[in-house]
C-alpha cells in the first residue's frame, strides 16, 4: 500500500502563484509515475481532470496543454515528495487537487490510478 498526503492549497489572487506537495509513505518502491489531477464541483471522481505526471525515477514530465508554461512538476526521489508549482493561476483553475500514484505505466486515465491523497482545495479568486 502506498499512501499520499497533499498539502500547500488555499486561496490566492488571479495572477498569483501557489506550490502543492504530495508526501508518500508506505511501499514506494512499487511506484512507477505520479500525477496530479483536479475535479471541479459537480464533476464526478472518473472526471478528474488529468494535468500533469512525472515517471518517480527518472522523472520524465508530461503536460495538460491548459497548465504547460504555467505549472511545474517536480519530485524528491530521498524525500518521497512530488512538488506542483502553480503560476499565473486563473480562475478556471478552481478545484480540488489531488495527487495520485500507479504501479503501471503513466497514463491520464484516473481509473489507472490506485493511490490518491484526501485532496486540497485550491481557490483563485478574480
Known amino acids: 500500500q502506498v499512501q499520499l498526503v497533499e498539502s500547500g492549497g488555499g486561496l490566492v489572487q488571479a495572477g498569483g502563484s501557489l506550490r502543492l506537495s504530495c508526501a508518500a509513505s508506505g511501499r514506494t518502491n512499487n511506484i512507477v509515475g505520479m500525477a496530479w489531477f483536479r475535479q471541479v464541483p459537480g464533476k464526478e471522481r472518473k472526471e478528474r481532470e488529468w494535468l500533469v505526471a512525472i515517471t518517480w525515477r527518472g522523472g520524465s514530465t508530461y503536460y495538460e496543454d491548459s497548465v504547460k508554461g504555467r505549472f511545474t512538476i517536480s519530485r524528491d526521489y530521498a524525500k518521497n515528495t512530488v512538488t506542483l508549482q502553480m503560476n499565473s493561476l486563473k480562475r478556471e483553475d478552481t478545484a480540488v487537487y489531488y495527487c495520485?500514484?500507479?504501479?503501471?505505466?503513466?497514463?491520464?486515465?484516473?481509473?489507472?490510478?490506485?493511490?490518491w491523497g484526501q485532496g486540497t482545495q485550491v481557490t483563485v479568486s478574480s
Open positions: 495520485a500514484a500507479t504501479r503501471l505505466g503513466l497514463t491520464q486515465e484516473s481509473d489507472k490510478y490506485e493511490y
